[in-house]
């Protein structure tokens, strides 16, 4: 039953186990386990991220694809929930409107994009896709009648969903709307999560693995390399487009920060690449302790820049908006030295 | 592999069709410059647009030769290329910012020195940045380009990160030499002398470029490596110190084009070269990668429309160079002038 | 009997997976023509490319000139005075003929002497002088190819099958090119599956088979015995185009 929904990919290493098991209860329980306001909004980010990092990894790590154009997908599915949300109006048929529209359209446009240079060169497809993402940001921040510009989106989602609505206490805890969304985000993470395993698992898979390794060798045994590339490429696309619109349900705002930024982009690479590429449970480990290091790491660099006052550079260095410089360092590290990332690590280690 | 079959010569005997297709990428741009003057209908916002156009495409080229050429030689790409432009802007700058007295100075002669003075040290000082990038960040990944594109993003980021650390978070603004504000008129445009500045210079630097790969013997290696390789180390050549030599230069550039840039724009930020890095990809790409012509064509092309499209519908912009991109990919999807691999 | 100008002793490649040069020992005496002789696929282009560092040898030592060049990168050997001209000539096809032949000389100009003989050897060459080589003929690009490892002195000359693919008019004047190499004491190492060439030309033969060096020595003998020639390469040289 455990090895049917995990398609038969187990963990392999104890520790990489036993850290799964945890961050899956921890998130399981997160309303009972961590109360609050603010470890709740942590909690669904790192669903959130887990589904939209391991998206990508399908691409990156299992296709050897690099794409710059993922937080473009990411917000094609919050946008279209906004908008959804905003003109046909609050309820959950908007929500499903929103949330098919985007992943559509993410669909059609990784099919578009990857019809134009991943017929020619994989490595055109990195470029291409930097360039349409920012097109497309801006676009978003110009088009302000239809997109709230760079102010972004507030609109309804249904009563159900939101703190207003009450069903009573279990455990001690106020059971609301926002919990329930929460479980809906929770569920919905989880079950594209398995799929996206079941996907990497499949005969589909392991020709993606195939053309990664030797995409000349895979031509050569006679599968056509770019399908392959633009059917993984179009499905990466639209499972982060339904990760945008699970963020869009749960935040109930969107904007370019939030669902657009080259910074996302950037962190969504660093996840990728810390938790190890071409995993799947890389995405976990990586989303959840960069979620953890965005979310409390900037306090500790804080208070380190605090105590190195008065020496030369190194509170400019350990200035918490200077974050980005250590996952940077962080970042060509492990590309050097643990190109599988931390599960590689764990596994290997076994 | 195998040989043609052996005929008569085919020398001298392209059909018409055939030269036109050769001379094609070169014609687009007068066609574009047409367009833009039957598009806008009055000659003094066209002439004022046209000299711009040409002024930011000939930046986008000096950002961008480095980096087709690099990557044509050693097929390898570069993401962290952005980051040279950036720190050209910011050294430039900083050199212009510490002499008040000659950028005020009502004198050609002082602000010119200043200039270049700024532009001498933006492009050492890059260069050797640029020799670092290669032996620290680049060198390790080589025929890996998946690897290659995340370690120069992650260089990318962290000299980004270093501009703030070493001049702030914020945004600097400055203002021209004296002798470089305002603007001339002509044929009742107003043209600002800066950017007529700026298309000159980008034309010498072209004209330069090209001098060195066509007529030195340094510059025949360069243009035959970048086709193949290896003949060019079994005729005894050392590829690896050429390429070094083509990196640290193609970060020189960038260095170069990210201080007429900052001239350009008055303000410059760390993201500038992230920023501009989209068009470089845009115009390397249409070029054709590996070919400084190409990217020479490509880069007057986006800067034209960039700016054409700017007037007639602002918020199109951006989109406009991603829609010249798909249209120049359908009619050649290899770019305009893709250097043939003869592997 | 002096030192041979190249000496392979044992040499192993592999090429990925493929375990391709199983120990190959070879010796080219200087001032000599030796042929490469063998089947298709038993690793003759292989053992040039070894020889010249394109391929590392994973096993055995190359000497060359009396210098251990093992472990020397490709331009390295170059420099050393090896001249190569690959299966598929490698010509520079977005430079034109003469930028071809300037690149050809690394060590200095072209001397107008060298250019001169090259001119008599390959008169299309002066016609095309100024042209893209990309827009020659076959012939004209592998007449090319020869030209440019004529541009200056070389102590061995390497050379994968000049007349592949080529009209019988072009290849009696490779022939021709090659036998007035070889009379200005080039040594030179050479693949050629034209037996008509290859006896005319060859000094020595080695013939290979699977990886290695099966048969070594005299062309004439070997052209003399059609038996050996079956046993060795699967056919004859008389029943050979």
């Known amino acids: 039953m455990l090895n049917t929904l995990l398609s038969g990919d187990r963990p392999r290493s104890l520790v990489l186990t036993a850290l799964l098991l945890g961050v899956l209860i921890s998130l399981a329980f997160a309303p009972f386990l961590f109360p609050g306001v603010r470890s709740l909004e942590t909690a669904a980010t790192i669903c959130i991220f887990i589904l939209l990092v391991a998206s990508y990894d399908l691409l990156l790590g299992y296709t050897g694809i690099v794409s710059f154009a993922h937080t473009m997908f990411f917000g094609l599915g919050a946008y279209g929930v906004a908008l959804a949300s905003t003109h046909v109006g609050r309820g959950w048929g908007a929500l499903a409107l929103g949330t098919l529209a985007g992943a559509l359209a993410a669909a059609v446009l990784a099919l578009v994009i990857g019809l134009f240079s991943l017929r020619v060169r994989a490595i055109f497809f990195a470029m291409i896709t930097l360039a349409v993402a920012s097109a497309v940001a801006v676009l978003v921040s110009q088009l302000y009648q239809l997109t709230g510009g760079e102010d972004g989106l507030t609109y309804r989602i249904p009563r159900e969903l939101t703190p207003a609505f009450r069903l009573g206490e279990v455990f001690g805890v106020r059971i609301t709307g926002k919990i329930l969304n929460y479980y809906l985000i929770f569920f919905c993470c989880l079950a594209l999560f398995l799929l996206l395993l079941r996907v990497v698992n499949s005969p589909f898979g392991r020709v993606l693995q195939a053309v990664r390794e030797n995409d000349f060798r895979a031509e050569a045994i006679g599968y056509r390399v770019v399908y392959y590339r633009i059917t993984a490429t179009c499905l990466s696309a639209a499972v982060a487009a339904l990760a945008g619109s699970l963020y869009a349900i749960w935040l109930r705002y969107v904007g370019p920060d939030t669902t657009l930024s080259f910074e996302i982009m950037l962190d969504i690479l660093l996840m990728v690449v810390i938790g190890g590429m071409g995993t799947m449970y890389g995405a976990v480990l990586g989303a959840v302790i960069f979620v953890l290091a965005q979310n409390y790491l900037q306090n500790l660099m804080g208070v380190a820049a605090d105590a190195a006052t008065g020496l030369p550079l190194l509170p400019e260095l350990l200035d918490p908006n200077r974050w980005l410089l250590w996952l940077g360092v962080l970042f060509i590290l492990s590309v050097y030295y643990f190109p599988a990332g931390i599960v590689g690590r764990l596994r290997a280690g076994r | 592999m195998s040989v043609a079959p052996d005929h008569t010569p085919r020398m001298e005997r392209l059909r018409p069709a055939e030269r036109l297709g050769q001379a094609a990428p070169y014609l687009l741009v007068p066609v574009l410059v047409l367009l833009g003057w039957l598009a806008i209908g009055s000659p003094s916002s066209w002439l004022t647009l046209t000299v711009s156009g040409l002024a930011m495409g000939m930046m986008i080229f000096v950002m961008a030769s480095g980096l087709t050429l690099v990557f044509g030689l050693m097929d390898v790409i570069n993401f962290g290329h952005g980051a040279f432009i950036s720190l050209g802007a910011f050294l430039g700058i900083s050199v212009l910012l510490a002499l008040p007295g000659w950028t005020a100075a009502d004198s050609l002669a002082l602000n010119l020195t200043a200039v270049l003075l700024a532009i001498a040290v933006a492009m050492v000082l890059t260069g050797l940045v640029g020799w670092g990038f290669e032996r620290v960040i680049v060198r390790p990944v080589y025929g890996a380009h998946l690897k290659q594109i995340l370690v120069t993003v992650g260089g990318l980021i962290v000299i980004e990160q270093l501009i703030h650390v070493i001049w702030g978070p914020d945004e600097i603004f400055l203002t021209r030499p004296e002798a470089l504000k305002g603007a001339v008129t002509f044929a009742g445009a107003a043209l600002e002398k800066y950017r007529i500045l700026a298309v000159g210079f980008g034309l010498v630097i072209f004209v330069a470029m090209r001098l060195v790969l066509r007529r030195t013997k340094i510059g025949l290696i360069v243009r035959a490596g970048v086709q193949n390789g290896e003949m060019v180390e079994t005729l005894g050549y050392r590829l690896r110190l050429v390429f070094i030599g083509v990196f640290i230069a193609g970060s020189a550039l960038a260095g170069l084009g990210g201080v007429m840039w900052a001239l350009y724009q008055e303000v410059i930020t760390a993201g500038m070269g992230e920023r501009m890095m989209i068009l470089v990809f845009i115009v390397v790409i249409i070029g054709g990668l590996g070919s400084v012509e190409g990217a020479f064509i490509g880069a007057l092309l986006v800067g034209l429309l960039q700016n054409y499209v700017a007037f007639l519908e602002p918020k199109l912009a951006l989109v406009s160079n991603i829609g010249l991109m798909t249209a120049i990919l359908m009619w050649r999807p290899q770019g305009m002038m893709p250097v043939v691999k003869a592997k | ?241």
């Open chain 3, 1 to 241: 009997m002096s030192e041979p100008i190249l000496q392979l002793t044992g040499v192993e490649t592999d090429i990925a997976q493929y375990h391709i040069l199983q120990g190959v020992d070879l010796a080219v005496p200087a001032g000599q023509v030796t042929m490469l002789l063998g089947r298709n696929g038993v690793g003759k282009t292989t053992t040039l490319k070894t020889i010249m560092g394109h391929w590392r040898a994973r096993a055995g030592a190359i000497r060359f000139a009396g210098e251990d060049i093992t472990a020397l990168p490709t331009p390295a050997r170059a420099r050393a005075g090896i001249g190569f001209v690959p299966e598929d000539m490698g010509i520079f096809t977005d430079l034109t003929v003469e930028e071809n032949m300037i690149l050809a000389a690394a060590s200095g100009p072209l001397e107008p002497a060298r250019l001169e003989a090259v001119f008599a050897a390959f008169p299309p060459l002066r016609t095309f002088w100024k042209s893209e080589a990309g827009n020659l003929s076959g012939g004209q690009k592998q007449m090319l190819s020869i030209a440019r490892v004529m541009a200056e002195e070389r102590r061995l000359y390497l050379i994968d099958e000049p007349t592949k693919g080529l009209a019988p008019a072009i290849v009696s004047t490779m022939a021709r090119a090659l036998r007035e190499l070889k009379a200005a004491g080039a040594s030179i190492l050479l693949v050629e599956q034209n037996f008509a060439v290859a006896r005319a030309l060859g000094d020595s033969a080695a013939v290979m088979d699977d990886g290695r060096i099966v048969w070594t020595g005299a062309m004439a003998e070997l052209a003399a015995d059609a038996a050996l020639q079956e046993r060795l390469m699967g056919l004859s040289m008389e029943t050979a185009r």
